[in-house]
T-cell receptor, first 113, second 112 residues
Framework: DAGVIQSPRHEVTEMGQEVTLRCKPI?????LFWYRQTMMRGLELLIY????????DSGMPEDRFSAKMPNASFSTLKIQPSEPRDSAVYFC???????????FGQGTRLTVV | AQSVTQPDIHITVSEGASLELRCNYS??????LFWYVQSPGQGLQLLLK??????LVQGIKGFEAEFKRSQSSFNLRKPSVHWSDAAEYFC??????????FGTGTRLTIIP
């Protein structure tokens, strides 16, 4: 398996633009997580899904952020409109079932100018 | 809600010296515990995990960790560090259908 695949690896966008980050979890995995990592705040959980259903989105910073998981093999994290303070590395991770370890993608480095 | 504390933000050790990174968790029951390592520009890689059974668990790259229920700790150890161990280390906790919660990380620097 190729592991968790995230795209793009790097994204530079202007303030106010819409940004869509994509994630393909490991095949057969039932849980998917979106994390954001910054120097100031460390690794923050934004949202996680079990069996494509959002379980906890309390970490989503505000209404500008939304996440979807239309099927077991694909998820998106959208920011609209983007702001400079959204600049961070966004990680997607998946796990086989609850109570198993999570596998991380390489991350998307987002820069909003 | 569960929480994880890594009290050391940054640790510097000499190559060949032993290492211990601290991790304390807060949860009402026995959680599932993990240590991950992150090299610059990379994602997080699992070093080891504890679910149940033997409280001393072995991981990759010569790392081990010991679960101590009485101290709510899951410290990571390595008897002799190598320059390639320089990275950021994260402790994480998860139980049942709950989210994985990560500590703030400990940055490890290795000096020759």
């Amino acid at each position: 398996d190729a592991g968790v695949i995230q795209s793009p690896r790097h994204e530079v966008t202007e303030m106010g633009q819409e940004v869509t980050l994509r994630c393909k979890p490991i095949s057969g995995h039932n849980s998917l997580f979106w994390y954001r990592q910054t120097m100031m705040r460390g690794l923050e959980l934004l949202i996680y899904f079990n069996n494509n259903v959002p379980i906890d989105d309390s970490g989503m910073p505000e209404d500008r952020f939304s996440a979807k998981m239309p099927n077991a093999s694909f998820s998106t994290l959208k920011i609209q409109p983007s702001e400079p303070r959204d600049s961070a590395v966004y990680f997607c991770a998946s796990r086989l079932t609850v109570n198993t370890e999570a596998f991380f993608g390489q991350g998307t480095r987002l820069t909003v100018v | 809600a569960q929480s994880v504390t890594q009290p050391d933000i940054h640790i510097t050790v000499s190559e060949g010296a032993s290492l211990e990174l601290r991790c304390n968790y807060s949860y009402g029951a026995t959680p599932y515990l993990f240590w991950y390592v992150q090299s610059p520009g990379q994602g997080l890689q699992l070093l080891l995990k504890y679910f149940s059974g033997d409280t001393l668990v072995q991981g990759i790259k010569g790392f081990e960790a010991e679960f101590k229920r009485s101290q709510s700790s899951f410290n990571l150890r390595k008897p002799s560090v190598h320059w390639s161990d320089a990275a950021e280390y994260f402790c994480a906790v998860g139980v049942g259908n709950e989210k994985l919660t990560f500590g703030t990380g400990t940055r490890l620097t290795i000096i020759p």
